[in-house]
């Protein structure tokens, strides 16, 4: 049995098909006629814009559109002439470097870039990356794409990566699994595997070569196992798991219209964490109450420039409306630590995370901060808006950020645009010294959200996307549940709620103590939102310690 990683649930028994892809091998020369080369660049770029578009058109086909839209997201990094076509035409200029070589270097400093960063999401437009370059370097090399189109019913597909153009390319009507020997939970397969219910497992060592073409495998994406002996046992046992995840998808969707409610009464909120606005159609398809985290840092990574006022404004008013009348709570730019921005011209940093990050950044360049506060100020007519500020460790810090954002609204007044009166403002809570602090913070704000994953990292100095520690991050730990305990109690003291919106939100393990805390909301995928409802009207309501710190 094979031992990795649960990308998307379910169960699958098929026989394999293995896609092993030949190595890109990249040609370096000294080229003489440098405008003759840019001319071959820019011949491959118009090519690889093109087959881009088929691949969009076709992905259009067979996937929903906000699957599809990946590709419109690399039409833009196809497109971006800052971080793709200008970088490489110069070193072709500069340096007399051949086409390919140019492409090569630069796509692998966008690669580096994007891998280097903690965060799921990041790590995964690394994978967008390494498709682009190939696609873009295939056609410099004048090298055909291996067809997918024709596979066999009832396969499951091994690949070390499976990528946008592969899945493009495939039918998926006819792909029972996915076995990955990389990617997590934000790649592209995995997003397409969970949206579409096909399991998958991925970081299996070695998998394309391990398992082989023709052999019949039973993939568990449950709990994250491939079987290479398959017997009648198996079989038997693949039968009835199929059977149990057909009733357990359909009482899952039993929940859709009813509130979140423990077994004696208790009600709660379940919201839902989003990157970019066409997120809000999973939230809704998944009945969530609210979104509990709208990242909104994201609008400023798929871009290879600062995006504008405008730019923000209509992002924001999309989702505000589609929401409308749920809360929507957007959090201001939190960049620095595991998520890089080049248009910032950041420099390198040894202690990223414990440095320039979040609402440092937007204190020290409040053009920065007002552009974004006015954009979401100006979208607040259209929707239940709440504006939550990133890594807050001291008052002085909220209150600065509270005083610009009262300058913005100051300054759209006399400029004659209208708002909402009250907008809820808020606070995360992921600096352990914020926690202790969070009977003085609770005084000072309309809302906490605890953000478990660096208040996890923090509290346990294990930074949570080294490998080398990882048994060290712990968000069960003791010290990080007292934090939240208290900050739950602080919160309520003071009379306003108090939600998460880490990975622990969704952990169905962890969510009856949050529940017996007094959390008021909890906030995750969107596919986790009914299961969660359906565990969470299993719980009696209890008080989980006989006093509290603040009795």
């Known amino acids: ?181 990389t990617g997590g939970p934000a790649s592209h397969s995995a997003i397409i595997a969970r949206n579409l219910g096909i399991p998958a497992v991925s970081m299996i060592p070695d998998a394309v070569h391990v398992l082989r073409t023709g052999m019949q495998v039973l993939l568990d994406g449950t709990n994250g196992t491939v079987e290479t002996e398959v017997t009648e046992e198996t079989i038997n046992r693949f039968l009835k798991a199929k059977q149990e995840e057909t009733e357990l998808h359909a009482l899952y969707n039993t929940y859709k219209g009813k509130p979140t409610i423990t077994k004696d009464g208790h009600q709660l909120s379940l919201f839902a964490n989003i990157g970019v606005p066409k997120d809000v159609d999973k939230v809704l398809d998944a009945d969530a109450e609210g979104i509990g985290l709208f990242r909104s840092e994201f609008l400023y990574m798929d871009s290879g420039t600062l995006p504008d006022e405008e730019t923000q404004f209509e992002a924001y008013k999309a989702v505000l409306e589609k929401m409308n009348p749920k809360p929507v709570i957007i959090r201001t730019l939190d960049i620095g630590g595991d998520k890089e921005l080049p248009s910032l011209n950041l420099s390198k940093e040894d202690n990223p995370f414990l440095g320039y990050r979040a609402i440092r950044i937007c204190l020290d360049r ?92 923090y509290t346990l100095a294990a930074d949570r996307g080294n490998p080398k520690v990882a048994h060290l991050y712990n968000p069960r730990h003791p010290a990080v549940l007292s934090l939240i305990r208290y900050t739950i ?15 622990s939100a969704g952990d169905t393990k962890l969510q009856p103590l949050f529940i017996r805390y007094g959390i008021d909301e909890l906030s995750m995928s969107p596919t986790s939102i009914l299961k969660s409802r359906m565990e969470i009207s299993k719980l009696i309501y209890t008080d989980y310690n006989t006093g509290s710190y603040f009795s």
């Not at 580096?112 to 390494?130: C, I, Q, T, V």
């Not at 682009?132 to 794409?145: D, K, P, S, V």
Request: net charge negative; with cysteine; glycine share 4%.
């Open 489 to 503: 109690e602080a919160a309520h003291k003071n009379g306003i709620p108090c939600g998460i919106c880490g990975e």
């Open 1 to 181: 049995m094979l031992k990795g990683l649960k990308i998307s649930s379910g169960t699958a028994l098929a026989n394999v098909i293995v896609l092993k892809k030949s190595a890109l091998l990249v040609p370096e020369y000294t080229i003489t006629d440098v405008e003759q080369e840019i001319s071959r660049f820019n011949h491959a770029h118009t090519c690889a814009l093109e087959e881009n578009r088929i691949l969009y058109e076709k992905a259009c086909q067979t996937l929903s559109k906000e699957d599809a839209a990946i590709f419109l997201a690399h039409k833009e990094i196809l497109e971006d002439e800052f971080s793709l076509v200008i970088p490489i035409t110069d070193a072709i200029r500069n340096n007399h470097w051949n086409a390919a070589k140019a492409t090569d270097f630069q796509f692998n400093q966008i690669i580096s870039m994007f891998e280097n960063m903690g965060d799921e999401y990041m790590k995964a437009r690394a994978l967008d990356a390494r498709d682009i370059r190939e696609r873009l370097l295939r056609h410099l090399l004048g090298i055909q794409n291996t067809d997918l189109n024709n596979l066999e019913e009832n396969h499951i597909i091994v690949a070390y990566e499976i990528t946008p153009s592969d899945t493009a390319r495939m039918n998926l009507d006819k792909v029972a699994g996915f076995i990955t020997e």
């Open 366 to 457: 409040t053009e920065l901060f007002r552009t974004q506060l006015r954009a979401l100020v100006r979208a607040s007519s259209y929707g239940n808006l709440q504006i939550m500020f990133p890594m807050i460790s001291s008052l002085e810090e909220l209150r600065a950020a509270k005083a610009v954002l009262n300058e913005v609204k100051t300054s759209l007044s006399k400029e004659g645009f209208s708002y909402s009166a009250q907008i809820p403002v808020g606070m995360m809570i992921e600096v352990p010294g914020a926690a202790v602090m969070a009977d003085d913070f609770a005084k000072e704000v309309d809302f906490f959200s605890i953000g478990t994953n660096d208040l996890t990292q």
